[in-house]
């Protein structure tokens, strides 16, 4: 009987968190099937199976973080019907007696973490259905009873509200199953277990939420839109990603205590790295951008760029590429250990994006060669992913540059901490109508301005470096048409 032992799903790679079972005890399962979702210290990921079988025990109940190579599920042979459960088990209880431990092929993408968006196995968790049919003969009454529910819950989203007849194969006498008791209204919806937590953590009824999902799912962003009505202003890209506001507090308490785990507590240690290790010096400039937004309302309109998003920050990442090309000392690494400045002769374009679980800062690889369409559609890409939580620790290594975005929420200006590894980082604060003074009549007009601050590593980016870099991105800014001379 094989158990499924926690694989590195990221570089380096030591414990994981289970947030959620995607199967039960006594569930028939094929290689690939996604059967559990983890917290790494970088992002959630969705583990596939490597065994085909029958589910005889779940190991690791939910909300434990285990050491890799902990066995977490066991799956015996999909011929032999596993023993019904005693009474008083539970999901996350152990049900198999441990077996001696075997080899996981890692080398398989499917438990790699690898994949964009879907699940590991290479096809949308969607196109399965919202459930899944026992096999032939591997039913038990408790699965059989199981199946019931299913079937109520499946019959309320069937097209006109009609439940849907019990499928029974010809040569399979039927069973009369004990009818299974009604679900609450909240768990007819069809939503994952981390949106079911979230709506929990804010008090949102499930019931009440527009589903915009698959199959009728609700999804995270339809419980943060039923948080807030009113409040439903659209993110951009490379905008942190909207937070949630702190569920109304039990009665009676005076203080809520969270524990620091997963992708919280890497961003935590990584910016007590940064802020202590590294001479951060920190320039701004404000500037008038109204050429830019110009130039924004024109790029939606064009035909190359009609399908994708196109906004200031799309300008500004193409800005940052080319001023590099004047000072490639920004695109570089102070290599304490080797006693060397690492100069990169490419980009990984780091977008910060703060979620509810912590900070995360995908890059774009090799975005110095990219298009502006093929810029766009990445940046639209890696901020959805990233806002769904589903990027990949590969997505965040390799980082050469960072962009923070504040202005989305009415912030001016800050002093961005340089992410490990890289040796500056820009922030972006808003842009916003201000009265401005024209250079050239000197009117008071109003015009479109913002705030750009730059951090750079004082052991080798010196003053003249740094300003020369933030001069060059403001110049292109004010008016894009100077990027010809880049």
Request: charged share 25%; aromatic share 4%.
């Amino acid at each position: 009987m094989p158990e499924y032992l926690l694989p590195d799903v990221g570089e380096g790679l030591t414990e994981a968190e289970i947030v959620s079972w995607k199967v039960k005890v006594g569930d028939v399962i094929d290689v690939n099937d996604v059967v559990v979702e983890i917290e790494t210290a970088k992002s959630l990921v969705e583990l596939p199976s490597p065994y085909a079988g029958t589910v005889t025990g779940l190991l690791v109940p939910e909300g434990e973080t285990v050491p890799v190579g902990t066995p977490i599920i066991a799956i015996g042979d999909a011929a032999a019907p596993p023993s019904p459960p005693d009474a008083d088990d539970q999901p996350g209880a152990s049900y198999a007696t441990p077996t001696p431990e075997m080899e996981i092929d890692l080398s398989n993408p499917a438990a790699s973490g690898s994949g964009e968006g879907e699940s590991l196995v290479g096809r949308m968790k969607a196109d399965r259905g919202p459930m899944r049919r026992p096999r032939k003969g591997s039913a038990s009454p408790s699965t059989e009873a199981a199946a019931a529910t299913q079937m109520q819950v499946q019959g309320a989203f069937a097209p006109g509200g009609a439940q849907s007849d019990p499928v029974i194969e010809a040569d399979e006498p039927a069973v009369p199953a004990t009818p299974a008791p009604p679900l609450p209204a909240d768990e007819r919806v069809l939503a994952k277990p981390p949106v079911r937590k979230l709506a929990k953590e804010l008090g949102v009824d499930l019931t009440a939420c527009t589903a915009s999902g698959p199959h009728g799912t609700v999804t995270r962003d339809d419980v943060l839109a039923a948080s807030r009505p009113g409040e439903g202003r659209p993110v951009e890209e490379g905008a942190l990603a909207p937070v949630p506001r702190s569920a109304a507090r039990p009665a009676g308490t005076r203080e809520t205590r969270e524990p620091i785990k997963g992708v919280r507590k890497m961003m935590g240690a990584a910016m007590v790295e940064s802020a202590f290790t590294i001479p951060h010096v920190t320039e701004w400039v404000t500037l008038d951008v109204t050429r830019t937004t110009e130039l924004v309302e024109r790029l939606k309109d064009h035909r190359e760029l009609r399908d994708v998003k196109v906004s200031p920050l799309l300008v500004i990442a193409r800005a940052v590429l080319l001023a590099m090309r004047r000072t490639p000392e920004i695109n570089s690494l102070w290599d304490e250990a080797a006693g060397e400045v690492v100069l990169k002769h490419y980009v990984n374009l780091g977008i910060a994006a703060a979620t509810p679980r912590g900070l995360v800062v995908p890059n774009v690889k090799d975005a110095q060669d990219l298009t502006l369409r093929e810029l766009a559609e990445a940046l639209g890409q890696l901020t959805a992913t990233a806002r769904e939580g589903r990027t990949q620790p590969a997505e965040m290594s390799g980082g050469t540059f960072t962009i923070t975005n504040v202005g989305v929420f009415g912030v001016d200006a800050g002093t961005p901490i340089i992410n490990p590894g890289e040796s500056a980082i820009l922030c972006v604060g808003a842009i916003s109508k201000r009265p401005w003074v024209d250079e050239v009549t000197g009117e008071i007009v109003a015009r479109d301005v913002t705030t750009l601050a730059l951090s750079f590593d004082h052991r080798h980016i010196d003053g003249e470096k740094g300003s020369r870099f933030l001069a060059d991105v403001a110049s292109i800014l004010r008016d894009p048409a100077s990027a010809l001379l880049f």
